[in-house]
């Protein structure tokens, strides 16, 4: 009775563990093999690196997909506090898809492509481009802010009740297909007095 009682709680503690452990599964579609993470979910804000093509469509609930055999490639894609990281520095680009529910921010950094896949429906929604990183997004939003610097790029369609755009190139943000209702330019760096600065005005 004894020995029967710990083959159960064995085989209960690890049919527990492997449940636990479950991050990943790799499914193949029409010979495109793809990996859907899994435990990832409250995306509010999405961070990308390095040479990344990064697809982003809403949804009513979150999931991330990576193609290119996310596990035999250098890539790193980390959730924590709502913010999804994906970095890869690879010569191929990295292609993930990410749907969800709540997305309210996109920053992009290097080489990294963000394209909407559909179009993003928001209340508030802020992008920030930087180095070579490119933006094509379709959205519908109340309120967007866009930010590009150094030569990265921006080719915006859809509406906005408010659009504010910071650019350090104006030529690098295209809105030809984009309407806004109330449009606003502003300088994309600036600098804040502190109080001994106000003193001595």
Known sequence: MKTAFLSIFSALVLVSGIANSTYAATAKNDDNTYTVLTNISAI????????????????????????????????LVQSSNGVLRITSYKAEKLVVWVSANDL?????????????????????????LHDNAEARLNLDAFNANVVVKDNAK??????????????????????????????KEAPVSFTIANNDDLARL
């Open 44 to 75: 509010n804000k999405i961070e990308v690196h390095g040479n990344v093509e990064l697809y982003v469509s809403d949804a009513s609930t979150d999931q991330v997909k990576i193609y290119n055999k996310y596990y035999s490639e250098s890539a």
């Open 104 to 128: 309210r921010s996109i920053a992009a950094y290097d080489h990294a492509v963000v394209k909407s896949f559909g179009k993003l429906s928001k209340i508030e929604f802020d992008v920030e």
């Open 154 to 183: 921006a080719d915006l369609n859809g509406s906005a009740d408010q659009l504010t755009v910071n650019s350090d190139i104006e030529s690098n943000v295209k809105r030809n297909n984009f309407t806004a209702v109330h449009f």
